[in-house]
């Protein structure tokens, strides 16, 4: 198939690690034999210029590249930009859903009429959990019929298990005391890290290691017993998971939980929030779940977990379940369905 792809979110130059987990997508579609042709945004900010970059560039592929169908991440902006290039280009169009773009629906008339545009132009609609695809029917009944749940599948070589005592060598990680949680994503109030440093402070044997930027950085500043080792690429990512006791990720609501996966893939045990999509992936022998308001419920989950040591194996037979050449060759049939 020739597959014009339309995301907001790619890895650039100044952002490896943006919307890694679309164009690990794209990389196996196309190692599967499929053409790509990529309409994204590889960068963070530029506002609504970048937005307009992402049409043109959409546009031209639909009328010059002649796909055989449009895929779209994010219903909106990219997915209302794809619904126009498919327009344009007299091919169908499938879209998935990660988890702002349905709840943006709920907040504005306007996002929520154009919403519904894309998805009633879309043939199907993926999910990347069973959570989001309920919030989606919530918001917009018209979907029912058409959505399927598939998550974007964890890279189980990249994320396979390392030595903990390796990775903190090579990480210069050794002097760290106690129990050393990992975080890793954007450090902001929906990731809610002020409420995981809290519990780790009132922990007498641990500490917080968290690997991203955002504006609570400052916040985590105030002790010894937390380190802020800023953004890294996406390739060194694992090193950091290899180094951890439990890899943490209490956010307020989490669509689906990528972070969680990749940290059950490398065996080692998780922490997560109980809202959203994490649910579906952790159990009692993976990890904990934790009421992510609740900062006692955080700690007594934080010390569940790290109870169930290093290695733990159980995590990694739930995330070879999501395997990406699996989840990848769901996605495939969705789109040879739509463009048959």
Avoid at 16 to 45: C, K, N, T, W
Avoid at 142 to 155: F, L, M, N, Q
Wanted: aromatic residues 4%; glycine residues 10%; hydrophobic residues 45%.
């Amino acid at each position: 198939m020739r597959i014009l792809l339309v995301s907001s979110m790619w890895p650039g130059p100044d952002d490896p690690d943006y919307g890694v987990f679309v164009a690990q997508v794209s990389d196996a579609l196309q190692a599967m034999g499929h053409e790509i042709l990529p309409a994204v945004v590889d960068h963070r900010g530029g506002g609504k210029g970048k937005q307009g970059r992402l049409a043109i560039d959409a546009l031209r592929h639909a009328v010059q590249g002649d796909p055989d169908v449009v895929y779209a991440h994010f219903l909106l902006p990219a997915g209302g930009i794809a619904a126009l290039a498919a327009l344009a280009g007299r091919a169908p169009l499938v879209l998935t859903a990660h988890g702002r773009d349905v709840r943006n629906i709920a907040e504005n008339a306007g996002i929520r009429m154009a919403t519904g545009l894309a998805v009633r132009r879309s043939k199907a609609v993926i999910a990347v959990s069973g959570w989001l695809r309920d919030e989606l029917h919530r918001e917009l009944p018209e979907s029912r019929h058409k959505t399927e749940v598939i998550d974007c599948g964890v890279d189980m070589m990249r994320f396979a298990p390392r030595d903990q005592a390796q990775a903190r060598e090579a990480l210069g990680l050794t002097d760290l005391p106690g129990s050393l949680i990992v975080y890793v994503g954007g450090l902001d109030e929906r990731k809610n890290v002020v409420r995981l440093r809290d519990a780790v402070l009132e922990m007498p044997d641990a500490t917080l290691l968290a690997v991203g930027d955002g504006p609570l950085r400052s916040e985590l500043s105030a002790s010894d017993k937390i380190r802020a080792v800023g953004r890294v690429p996406h390739e060194e990512v694992p090193a950091y998971m290899a180094a951890a006791d439990v890899v943490a990720l209490p956010s307020l609501v989490e669509p689906f939980g990528q972070v969680v996966l990749e940290a059950m893939a490398m065996q080692r045990p998780v922490l997560a929030t109980e809202v959203g999509g994490p649910a579906e992936l952790v159990t009692p022998a993976t990890g904990a779940l934790a009421d992510p308001y609740d900062g006692a419920s955080i700690r007594a989950g934080l010390e569940r977990a790290i109870a169930l040591g290093v290695p733990n194996p159980a995590g990694r037979s739930v995330a070879a379940e999501h395997d990406l050449s699996v989840q990848v060759a769901r996605i495939e049939a969705v789109l040879q369905r739509v463009a048959s």
